[in-house]
């Protein structure tokens, strides 16, 4: 069984995912409600951020949240629903166990 994980805090989520998508860009002038695309962000870069998001968060987010929600406000939102979505699946199958 995975180790049980937290769900986000919005002022966390924003900022981890600020801090991914700062580092792929290599711009650390990049904001919280910026777009990725017009700061030269790719699909390349876009499924480097996300599996970035992956790894920290344990999560499996899908690389099409960034085409979806394509700034950092937007896309924290995103994760910090998967990441209820992931907490209250795990409640679910711990009460089932």
Known sequence: MSAK???L??????????????????NSEFG??????DWGGDSILAAQVMQRLNNETGLDLATSLLFAFPTAAELSEAVIEESQEDQASQESQESQV
């Open 5 to 7: 994980r937290k769900p």
């Open 9 to 26: 805090d919005p002022v966390d989520a924003t900022e981890l995912v600020l801090e991914q998508m700062r580092a792929v860009l290599d």
């Open 32 to 37: 919280e409600d910026d777009h990725f695309f």
